[in-house]
């Protein structure tokens, strides 16, 4: 018996497609449209406040603050997101208490985007 795509049970290949519009349909599961498709303070709430704190005020030992931060507002996005999702050796010793930035490889392109823009805007007023 033939293994091909087209020999696959029409049950398996409908309860697929039944999956996948049950998860946001065929196009939002391929790729979002843009960073404006995500919440930056939503992602920040879940992946950075635990050590940035709550309102970027930072935490001792944990992550300096980002709000007012120099490099939050004067570097370039594309810069931010790298360390996001790279992160950060403090090499420099800047902040001795800190030893560095895990890296978030799982936030990606327009997510990222969005929380930068929630660093930069948001979390500064």
């Keep these: 018996m033939s293994?091909?795509?087209?020999?696959?049970?029409?049950?398996?290949?409908?309860?697929?497609l039944v999956a996948c519009i049950a998860l946001g349909g065929l196009g939002a599961v391929v790729m979002p449209a843009s960073a404006q498709d995500f919440d930056g303070e939503w992602r920040y709430r879940t992946s950075c406040a635990g050590c940035h704190g709550a309102d970027g005020e930072g935490n001792y030992g944990f992550g300096?603050?980002?709000k007012g931060n120099a490099f939050?507002?004067?570097?370039?996005?594309?810069?931010?997101?790298?360390v996001i999702q790279n992160g950060r050796l403090y090499d420099d010793r800047n902040f001795p208490?800190?030893?560095?930035?895990?890296?978030f490889d799982y936030i990606r392109a327009g997510e990222a985007?969005?929380?930068v823009t929630y660093l930069k805007g948001g979390l500064q007023n």
């Excluded at 293994?3 to 697929?16: A, D, G, Q």
């Design 113 to 115: 985007d969005a929380l």
């Design 72 to 82: 939050v507002q004067n570097v370039p996005a594309g810069n931010i997101v790298g």
């Design 64 to 66: 300096p603050a980002l």
């Design 97 to 103: 208490a800190y030893p560095g930035m895990p890296a």
């Design 3 to 16: 293994t091909s795509i087209m020999s696959k049970p029409r049950t398996s290949r409908l309860r697929n």
